[in-house]
């Protein structure tokens, strides 16, 4: 009450009070986004490796894939890519070339090739010339010589040709194992894994 006697000032308002803080993203909805994050993530990386594909060793060559892959491929297509792939990579490529397109085995072939001296000789007219009936000296020694000299051609022939086969059989051995491993690159893990269990 003031001094005067008159009637008493009102009472102060109390002051409002102060706002609450807003909550971390921890607290509310950042656990449930950081779980949303990660599915997300997880679906993306799933569908990454869904969409991943084989790709193989040689881009100059067909690709082979099981037939749950792809029941519709072109065999044909793989056959001649890889077929002109050894004829212009392979040495001494004829020989592998009737194991791609014939499906025969190119060591029985090359067997039947190996060079003999009968054949040899067949094939150059080198057989000796038999004595005939009755023959003067001089005569007797220009067939002899000639023999000779026919058997020796036959001889080296026959060296340079066994050679050859030699060198064709070692380059065939070599083809071969490039040829298998060339395929394998080619082959998508699906059809490489039927083929180790076969």
């Not at 997300?40 to 490796?49: E, I, L, V």
């Not at 067909?62 to 065999?75: H, I, T």
């Not at 054949?119 to 067939?143: T, W, Y």
Request: aromatic share 4%; with cysteine.
């Amino acid at each position: 009450m003031s001094a005067a006697g008159g009637a008493s000032a009102p009472a102060p308002a109390p002051a409002p009070a102060p706002s609450p803080a807003p909550a971390p993203a921890s607290a509310t909805g950042g656990r449930y986004n950081g779980r949303n994050n990660r599915r997300r993530n997880g679906n993306q990386d799933n569908n990454g490796s869904n969409n991943a594909r084989f790709v193989p060793k040689l881009s100059t060559i067909e690709s082979l894939v099981s037939s749950s892959e792809n029941k519709g491929q072109d065999f044909t297509k793989f056959q001649k890519s890889i077929h002109h792939h050894a004829l212009t990579t392979f040495k001494n490529s004829k020989d592998v070339s009737k194991a791609i397109l014939e499906f025969v085995d190119p060591h029985a072939e090359l067997r039947q090739e190996k060079p003999n001296l009968t054949s040899i000789r067949d094939e150059n007219n080198l057989h000796p010339v038999a004595p005939p009936s009755s023959e003067s000296e001089s005569e007797k020694f220009v067939r002899e010589s000639e023999n000779a000299d026919k058997q020796e051609m036959a001889k080296m022939q026959y060296s340079t040709q066994l050679k050859l086969n030699g060198e064709r059989q070692r380059d065939l051995n070599q083809n071969l194992t490039i040829l298998w491993a060339t395929i394998m690159g080619q082959c998508s893990p699906a059809l490489q894994e039927e083929v180790k269990v076969h």
